[in-house]
């Protein structure tokens, strides 16, 4: 029956034929009301479907900018059932309708209608096209309109590409269904809050009842693509995990007269896909689609969630390689195979299966079913893939051995939490993990998760620290950082490196280990102690550096070079351990790497090519006593030099904001207003957290409404603490944002994330007028080096971000700007003055002479590997007096650059355009020899010279080129605009000063050049 239910007597319809009569006698009424009483209509109508009437929607549509239409209308997964389009009576309906088809419209179902008039588009043909005079008229199209049914769609492809890519509005209206029924269906919120229990225990304590509601969807919407379109109803009836979940969803549907009529609005999709399905014999075709829906979910509606846990495949080619090599190792060092019984195979983070289904194909087909029942192991912590896990793997089973079996070796679970719990989903999978813990795991194999830390607390995407009984953040503690002489040890928290520590304890006295992951570890800084530890731990490590690290070699593409389409380097790692006393362990170190500018495709092509480990040349690698195992452009001389941190009593790193929008800003006004929207934010939020009794759980307390604020760690610290945020003009001062862009800060301990010992450094105005400093990059900086003096407060990402800054001041100060002291220790005047037997030389002198180094270009490139992974040391070169006195000069200019005498640039005017030197964003031309400053404005005659003088990897004209723009961020709507009301010219006039710094600087480079940097 239908749910159309409007008669041409109800009073909606009543309404709009008042509304319109009232039109149309005029005076009372504008055009305005017809529309608004038509959207009351469809409104009514909408409701009795359960569906709702959507203003403004937007249409989106690949590669092109979305269509907006008057309404649209939504079913209850959020699918539109209908378009409508309101015109006015002055319109030409006909003609309106063409343009809109000619942009690309819908002609499914869509009303163009005007206050008398309708017409009314059907798939692709006109069903109506009357006046709308009579009300028997206005209920027709309204029921044409509502009563129609979308045709199946005819192809497979279409149907699933749609419905995978449509995953988020469907999911969305699954969530609602639920949470509705969580309102007013008793039964199913007691079996929902059991199994949310149950969840707790197995996966993460602190599991939430939204991640459990998404499990329920995740089955929901899959559960039936397994049953029909893999025609293996069998599945959910023997998964342990899907049986379970099975009761609780036929608590959520009870109300319904089936589970099918529960989710009937999306038997379109569906009903298309399963009639194709059928006809489908071809497995890869299915799996190809439920690998859509799968991304579709992750990547669709949960990235936080995928970025988490590494939702990504693993390319194909690469398992192949990893599963024959550790064959291959197997049969080389311990005569043995995948095959033979014992030799127990772990994927700790299976995903859809792609290690162990190809595991099995390496496996004799007569040892398969011994291997399959007792020998084969594998975990997933999220539902989805370890449903599409189980099925791949009982699927291959099948396949191979002619029998359905279901895969006992999987469980649904937290690898780095497998601690038995009381009683969890069917005892069936405690019994699986308990199983899996007593077993000799011989090989663990597998794509573990990497997600860089989070970019932003803001994304509140925090990885679970596992502490608890040896845990194993605690063994990477113990172990790894322990070892490790670096101050910034986060890269050790990346999941990559627990798995890596895990799997290295989770084998026994001999085993293999082998995963492709992040290749961060082999020459980061902070896993100096990790390699140290892998060396001990094993005897022998292959390491195949895929490269497509776009941060260090900013001219990949991670979508192009990247093996997995990210932006942090990856690597292949067998790491071999062999029987015997750990302490006479000596590790053979192999290396081979491919070439840095192949394509995804052409590393695949390799990884094809070599087959194995037998395939690729390696390179033996010997560590140095640093635990450096690529020692490529170290020069162990650099070690003899003086420490930097010797001449030195006190450095900082640069101020870290967190939230640089919010306080930072080339208006003193625009800093102020949008400082102090965000402290009364932020102190509000103090007081609702006194109020709601201080949570425990900030991270799911806090608002994020990115208008707001942005939340940082220390924010939420300080807010937990009840610390209020302050504003104070006198916290607005001046700071070194990026080389040669001077900028407004908000400095302030509690709206800046560290401000190290930089109040002891810039207490205030007057230490800007007399104090210096040397800032450069810190190691590990993926970017060139760079040196530059300041008398300002400096950002910590003077070179952009991911590079440190690290900051050496002639004085400091106690914060209230009293008691200023000289910062080079008297030790290193005396070493200087010893050295070079002076005693007039000063700690100015030391000051300058050390600028003046760093400038100097074959320190720079002789040590750049050195200046990499180390703060600066500096030798005692032969002409110190030179060296100071260039120092001096070089400081001098790039301090008062805005005092220099401009560049003599011509400035080409344009003709008949008013004068203007507002800015709005700049550009270089293709040689760079001019600057297109605006409309009005060119500035030709930039020498080359000018780009020589590099900062990072741009040239200090580039800087402001880059950083001087109006910009407005869409997620705060903070604006920046870096014209001076009080100062028009600064912009125009600052491009000249910069020319004629950069040249200035290259000249005396170059006298630098001449002389000796050789230790005497
Ligand atoms: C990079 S994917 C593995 C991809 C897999 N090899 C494939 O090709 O489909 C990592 C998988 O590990 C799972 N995972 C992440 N952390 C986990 C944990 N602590 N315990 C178990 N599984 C985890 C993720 O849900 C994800 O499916």
Redesign the pocket.
Known sequence: MSNFKLKSTHTPVKAYYETLERFERGKFDNEGNVRRAFEALLENCARKFDWMVVPEYQIQRTGKNPLRVDAAVLDAFNLPRGYWEAKDTKDNLQAEMNMKFADGYPRTNIIFQEPTHAILFQDGRIKFDDEIESPEKLVDVLRLFFEWKQPLYEGWAQAASEFSERIPEIATGALKLIADERKRNPAFVERFTAFATLCRKSINPKLKDEAVEEMLVQHLLTERIFRRIFDNPQFTRRNVIAAEIEKVIDSLTSRYFSRDSFLHDLDRYYKAIEETAATIEDYSGKQNFLNKVYEGFFHGINPK?AD????????QSI?EFMVRSVEDVLKAEFGRSLSDKGVHIL?????????ITRVMKEIRTSSLPHKYKQELHC????LL??Y??SMNIEHAYLDRVGEYEPFEGICL?????MRAQATMFADRNLERIERQRKQPIFVVI?????NAWQQSESDNNKN?RYIKDGGVDLRVSKTYSKASKATNKNALSD?YVK?IRWASDRIGKDGIVAFVSNSGFIDGIATDGMRKHLTADFDEIYILDLGGNVRKNPKLSGTTHNVFGIQVGVSINIFVRKKGPAEKRKCKLFYASTDEFWTRKRKELFLEQVKDRNGVDWVALVPDNNCNWLTKGLLSEFGELLPITDIFDKQSRGVATSRDLWVYNNGVERLTANISRSIDFYNGEIERFIRTGSPKNLDSFVNYDESRISWSRDLKQDMRRGRKGEFSASKIRTALYRPYVNSFLFFDRVFNEEVYVFPSIMPNQIAECENRLISLTGPGSDKPFLVLSAHTLVDLHLVGPGCSTQCFPFYTYDEDGTNRRENITDWALAEFRKHYGDMKISKWDIFHYTYGLLHHPEYRTKYAANLKRELPRIPMAAEFGRFAEIGAALMKLHIEYEKQKEYPLEKREAEGVKLNWRVERMTLSKDKTQLKYNEFLTLSGIPAEAYEYRLGNRSALEWVVDQYLVSTDTRSGIVNDPNREDDPEYIVRLVGQVVKVSVETVRLVKELARLSIEQV
């Open positions: 969630q988490t846990y590494g939702i990504v495949y693993t390319p398992v994927d700790p983070f299976v995903g859809t299966g792609n290690f975990n997933e912590i999220m893939p370890y599409i896990a679970v937290d690898t780095f939490d597998g794509n573990p998760p990497y679970r999941p798995a």
